[in-house]
């Protein structure tokens, strides 16, 4: 079983940059996908960013250009790097985390907050 924590979350002004972080513990033997969700207010949970252990990414258009997710394999990390930030950034940020084939794991969540 994998668990995952977030870390990195926080209030920031529109424009600004925040790094977001997410660390799996357990039996690891490998993770194929590692990604970001996020959620706002009132709306379903959406993704931001995902990478196969391989270095294959896909990204939500409304984030392309100015997120970049990041993995270090053998760590079991990956990073969410957040720049230009907009206030309909704003959501709690989901690690997630799974193989082909089984049940993903996530993590508890972060909040990014982007306001003036």
């Known amino acids: 079983q994998v668990q995952l924590v977030e870390s990195g979350g926080g209030l920031v002004q529109p424009g600004g940059s925040l790094r977001l972080s997410c660390a799996a513990s357990?039996?690891?033997?490998?993770?194929?996908?590692m990604g970001w969700y996020r959620q706002a207010p009132g709306k379903q949970r959406e993704l931001v960013a995902t990478?196969?252990?391989?270095?294959?990414?896909n990204y939500a258009d409304s984030v392309k250009g100015r997120f970049t997710i990041s993995r270090e394999n053998a760590k079991n990390t990956a990073n969410l790097q957040m720049n230009s930030l907009k206030p309909e950034d704003t959501a709690v940020y989901y690690c997630?985390?799974?193989?082909?084939?089984?049940?993903?794991?996530w993590g508890q969540g972060t909040q990014v907050t982007v306001s003036s």
């Open positions: 997630n985390a799974f193989n082909w084939g089984s049940a993903p794991a």
């Open positions: 357990g039996s690891i033997s490998k993770i194929d996908v």
């Open positions: 990478m196969t252990s391989g270095g294959s990414t």
